[in-house]
């Protein structure tokens, strides 16, 4: 079993950073793809981004492209979105989430959400 936490979220303006953590406990997470989304209020939740067991490849949903970048240590058992340029539009709650590489939308394992607010 798996438990994963995110953190890092909170309020920043427009233009500022932010980096999220998720951090794996129970069993190593080295063979999962890990996948970022976010979810606002009365919306269904939006694919943010997604990261390679290897670490080696990374494809991020058009609306973070070039903004959001995630990465991973296999050896910390943690993942990482780090979030520049930020806007409005970014606030979320933002979710981690595992599963095998062989699996393109059924995870394993998700975390309980991280609140980022960007103020305008």
């Known amino acids: 079993q798996v438990q994963l936490a995110e953190s890092g979220g909170g309020l920043v303006q427009t233009g500022g950073s932010l980096r999220l953590s998720c951090a794996a406990s129970?069993?190593?997470?080295?063979?999962?793809?890990m996948d970022w989304f976010r979810q606002t209020p009365g919306k269904e939740r939006e694919f943010v981004g997604s990261?390679?067991?290897?670490?080696?490849?990374?494809n991020y949903a058009d609306s973070v492209k070039g903004r959001f970048t995630i990465s991973r240590d296999n050896a910390k058992n943690t993942v990482s979105l780090q979030m520049n340029s930020l806007k409005p539009e970014d606030t979320a709650v933002y979710y981690c989430?595992?599963?095998?590489?062989?699996?393109?939308?059924?995870?394993?394992?998700w975390g309980q959400g991280t609140q980022v607010t960007v103020s305008s």
């Open positions: 990261i390679s067991w290897s670490g080696g490849n990374t």
């Open positions: 129970g069993r190593s997470i080295r063979n999962y793809v």
């Open positions: 989430a595992a599963r095998t590489p062989l699996s393109d939308s059924v995870y394993d394992y």
